[in-house]
C-alpha cells in the first residue's frame, strides 16, 4: 500500500530534550516537506527536499533541521524544543514535474512540548 | 514570495445549499492551484485542482474556478452533504517550483443535515 509513515504520531516532551520526528515513504517519490498545522494558521511549510541531499527551508524554520539520507525518509530534528513548537506536524511526499504531484500526507505527529 | 488569503474561515450551510470558498493569490507567476480537504483527525488530501492555462475545472459535485486577471480562484460545492463537513485547503505554486506550494489558512466547512 502508498503511503507516508510519520512516527511516533504523539509526544509530550519537556523543554530542552531533542527529538526526532521520523517520516518514511515507499512511492520512491523524489519530493518531501515538512508542514506544521496550528488552529487558524493553516499548514505552514518547515522545510523540503527536492532529492537526496539536497533541502531547503520553508516559511518557518527556525528550531528543526532535517536530512535526507536516503530517497525514503526526512526525519525532522528539534535540537532543543520549545513550547512554541507544540503542534501537530505532518509529513508529505510526491513526484516532481509540472504539473505538482499530488502530496501524500503522513497521519500526522501530536508534539507537545511542556 | 507568495501569499494565499483564503475566505471564509467558516462556513455553514444546510445539507442541498452550496458551498463557495474563496482564494487571492499575490505572485503573478503562480500557475497550479490545488485544493485539500481534511476530515476531523484526518490528514490533507487532494480533492481537485487547476492549471493555469484552466478558468475551470469540474468533478461530479465539486468545481474550481480561476481568475487570473483578478488572482483568485474559488472552490464550488453543489448539493452539499454531511460527509462534505470538513476543513478545505487552498493552495498556489508557480512551475518549477514544487518547494513553493503555498497554503491558505483554511477553511472550516460544517453542513448541517
Known amino acids: 500500500e502508498a503511503q507516508v509513515t510519520q512516527n511516533p504520531r504523539y509526544l509530550i516532551t519537556v523543554t530542552g530534550k531533542k527529538l526526532t520526528v521520523t517520516c518514511s515513504q515507499n512511492m520512491n517519490h523524489e519530493y518531501m516537506s515538512w508542514y506544521r498545522q496550528d488552529p487558524g494558521l493553516g499548514l505552514r511549510q518547515i522545510y523540503y527536499s527536492m532529492n537526496v541531499e539536497v533541502t531547503d527551508k520553508g516559511d518557518v524554520p527556525e528550531g528543526y533541521k532535517v536530512s535526507r539520507k536516503e530517497k525514503r525518509n526526512f526525519p525532522l530534528i528539534l535540537e532543543s524544543p520549545s513550547p512554541n513548537q507544540t503542534s501537530l506536524y505532518f509529513c508529505?511526499?510526491?513526484?516532481?514535474?509540472?504539473?505538482?504531484?499530488?502530496?501524500?500526507f503522513g497521519e500526522g505527529s501530536r508534539l507537545t512540548v511542556l | 514570495g507568495e501569499n494565499v488569503e483564503q475566505h471564509p474561515s467558516t462556513l455553514s450551510v444546510q445539507e442541498g445549499d452550496s458551498a463557495v470558498i474563496k482564494c487571492t493569490y499575490s505572485d503573478s507567476a503562480s500557475n497550479y492551484f490545488p485544493w485539500y480537504k481534511q476530515e476531523l483527525g484526518k490528514r490533507p488530501q487532494l480533492i481537485i485542482d487547476?492549471?493555469?492555462?484552466?478558468g475551470e475545472k469540474k468533478d461530479q459535485r465539486i468545481a474550481v474556478t480561476l481568475n487570473k486577471t483578478a488572482k483568485h480562484f474559488s472552490l464550488h460545492i453543489t448539493e452539499t452533504q454531511p460527509e462534505d463537513s470538513a476543513v478545505y485547503f487552498c493552495a498556489a505554486s508557480r512551475r518549477g517550483s514544487q518547494g513553493n506550494l503555498i497554503f491558505g489558512k483554511g477553511t472550516k466547512l460544517s453542513v448541517k443535515p
Open positions: 487547476i492549471r493555469s492555462n484552466v
Open positions: 508529505a511526499s510526491s513526484l516532481l514535474g509540472y504539473p505538482p504531484g499530488e502530496l501524500f
